[in-house]
């Protein structure tokens, strides 16, 4: 220490070269680490965080669906890897895995807030959606305008998402404001607790309500606490930014823009059709599109063996007896069978009314197949339409938690009671096919019994009209008139006189 006290040039030259050595060793380092993609691409596998909710990954009818889902798949697909989702417990847990490193990207319709964004990074914003109350019309409730009226009121939001924090800037201009946050719940099991009075309101993205609204008659928005705010991908903070340009690049990608377009309008903007039965527009399909239909019907209910008016009752459910249907996710005619459905069956031309509706009629006949044959009809049809629709598996689930709650897991009318019950995390959290839509299976099926029951009544009217006309002609002609009643029914499977309700 002498030494460099009495040679100060000699400590400046040390230092220089110490420096030096470790701007060296730096470099080094940086030349043989793996920038954050290139690890991703040599392990081969991109982590993304999700939930298991309608609006980002669940299974449908077997296969992984969903708006972020389908998303994360497509930059997988760009980056040259697999996907990997973790599914974290609570919302709040998003944020652990990302934080902890456990995923290197949370796509969860996460709204960008200014919180969040002290701790980590956003990718490109692909939505905006405005946090809105959300209320059900209800007598003696009018709908809210203002946060003022709020006050008193039960109102809860899931906890660590952006609603919360934003109910947490508010209060203090508004003290008496008070809300619960759910780390359990999700959006939809918020929703079911509007719906049923458990609470007064809760505060949500506009477009995740405007996606579900239609399974929810009666609740309504009341206003928006702010304006639409962006939605992006979170990730973590990382020094080299090789994921966030990577995600950049990916966004403003023309396909990538044109991915986002199609995603929205098959998850966000698709209504439920299910749940409303047009009486005028049902006659005047039965009367334009119809007839010519017919004759395929009954050609198919021979050689299958299912009521004909059943056949016409799902075709008309699936397409309107539109030949030119299509779905957004492919299906398409008649009977709007998928592509491998018409394979399984030999249908060659899924736009073909008559190949559609004979080989919808056989692959009904296979679904049918795959319910225990110690349920008897009509209760086995309604659980083969409820399995197509939803997923054999999901179904399964639901007739476990019927048996749970002491009903008859063989009873289409107990079964119906629980499928809904697969939408709510508490439940779904604990069964083995996580989460489904549970509410359209028992749409479904209650709007295809609706339409046997208008199709046989006009089938009714018509024979009365057409004996009708017989008699008075035989009475014209001299002859007996028949008055013996019409004891051969065209249906063989009977029908309950009480239409399912919702």
Do not use: C
């Given at each position: 220490m002498f030494v460099l006290r009495?040679?100060?040039?000699?400590?400046?030259?040390?230092?220089?070269?110490?420096?030096?050595?470790?701007?060296?060793?730096?470099?080094?380092?940086?030349?043989?680490?793996?920038?954050?993609?290139?690890?991703?691409?040599?392990r081969g596998v991109l982590r993304v965080a999700t939930r298991n909710t309608p609006m980002t990954y669940y299974i449908d009818k077997g296969k992984p669906a969903g708006f972020e889902y389908e998303l994360a798949s497509a930059f997988a697909d760009y980056l040259g890897v697999r996907l990997e989702l973790i599914l974290p417990t609570t919302f709040a847990d998003l944020f652990t895995s990302v934080r902890?490193?456990?995923?290197?990207?949370?796509?969860?319709?996460?709204?960008?807030?200014?919180?969040?964004?002290?701790?980590?990074?956003?990718?490109?914003?692909?939505?905006?959606?405005?946090?809105?109350?959300?209320?059900?019309?209800?007598?003696?409730?009018?709908?809210?305008?203002?946060?003022?009226?709020?006050?008193?009121?039960?109102?809860?939001?899931?906890?660590?998402?952006?609603?919360?924090?934003?109910?947490?800037?508010?209060?203090?201009?508004?003290?008496?404001?008070?809300?619960?946050?759910s780390d359990s719940d999700a959006a939809t099991d918020l929703l079911d607790q509007v719906h049923d009075g458990s609470v007064d309101y809760t505060v949500m993205d506009s477009t995740v309500f405007d996606a579900q609204r239609s399974f929810y008659p009666g609740l309504n928005k009341g206003f928006e606490l702010e304006p639409p705010q962006p939605i992006a991908w979170m990730l973590a903070k990382h020094y080299d930014g090789t994921l966030k340009?990577?995600?950049d690049k990916f966004f403003a990608l023309p396909e990538t823009q044109?991915?986002?377009?199609?995603?929205?309008?098959?998850?966000?903007?698709?209504?439920?059709?299910?749940?409303?039965?047009?009486?005028?527009?049902?006659?005047?399909?039965?009367?334009?599109?119809?007839p010519p239909l017919e004759q395929y019907f009954m050609l198919a209910s021979q050689e299958s063996g299912i009521d004909h008016l059943l056949l016409a009752a799902i075709a008309y459910q699936e397409s309107h007896w539109r030949e030119d249907a299509v779905s957004p996710t492919g299906v398409k005619g008649i009977m709007m069978l998928t592509e491998g459905a018409a394979t399984e069956v030999g249908v060659a031309d899924r736009t073909d009314p008559r190949q559609s509706i004979l080989g919808g009629a056989q692959y009904l006949v296979q679904v049918?197949?795959?319910?225990?044959?110690?349920?008897?009809?009509?209760?086995?049809?309604?659980?083969?339409?409820?399995?197509?629709?939803?997923?054999?598996?999901?179904?399964?689930?639901?007739?476990?938690?019927?048996?749970?709650?002491?009903?008859?897991?063989?009873?289409?009318?107990?079964?119906?009671?629980?499928?809904?019950?697969?939408?709510?995390?508490?439940?779904y959290s604990k069964l083995r096919y996580?989460?489904?839509?549970?509410?359209?299976?028992?749409?479904?099926?209650?709007?295809?019994?609706?339409?046997?029951?208008?199709?046989?009544?006009?089938?009714?009217?018509?024979?009365?009209?057409?004996?009708?006309?017989?008699?008075?002609?035989?009475?014209?002609?001299?002859?007996?008139?028949?008055?013996?009643?019409?004891?051969?029914?065209?249906?063989?499977?009977?029908?309950?006189?009480?239409?399912?309700t919702l």
């Open positions: 009495q040679k100060p040039y000699f400590r400046e030259l040390v230092y220089f070269w110490g420096l030096t050595v470790i701007a060296f060793l730096l470099t080094l380092i940086s030349i043989n680490t793996p920038t954050q993609v290139e690890a991703i691409k040599e902890e490193r456990n995923a290197h990207i949370a796509a969860a319709n996460l709204t960008v807030s200014e919180k969040r964004e002290k701790q980590f990074l956003f990718g490109p914003t692909y939505r905006k959606s405005a946090p809105t109350v959300i209320y059900r019309i209800r007598q003696g409730q009018p709908q809210p305008h203002s946060i003022e009226e709020l006050y008193n009121s039960k109102i809860l939001v899931l906890a660590g998402s952006a609603q919360a924090e934003l109910l947490a800037r508010l209060k203090h201009q508004h003290p008496p404001l008070e809300w619960e946050e340009r990577e995600l044109e991915l986002i377009k199609s995603l929205e309008e098959r998850y966000f903007s698709r209504q439920n059709k299910l749940n409303f039965f047009d009486t005028s527009e049902f006659r005047k399909a039965l009367e334009e599109r119809y049918r197949a795959k319910i225990p044959e110690r349920i008897t009809e009509p209760d086995h049809t309604w659980f083969a339409l409820a399995g197509y629709n939803i997923g054999f598996g999901h179904l399964e689930d639901a007739r476990i938690l019927t048996q749970r709650g002491g009903k008859d897991p063989d009873r289409w009318q107990d079964v119906r009671e629980f499928l809904p019950l697969l939408a709510n995390e508490k439940y996580g989460y489904a839509r549970g509410y359209e299976p028992v749409t479904y099926v209650a709007n295809i019994r609706k339409y046997m029951e208008m199709l046989r009544w006009e089938e009714q009217v018509t024979q009365a009209r057409n004996k009708h006309g017989e008699n008075g002609r035989k009475e014209e002609s001299g002859e007996e008139p028949d008055t013996s009643p019409n004891k051969e029914r065209p249906d063989s499977s009977p029908v309950s006189e009480i239409s399912p």
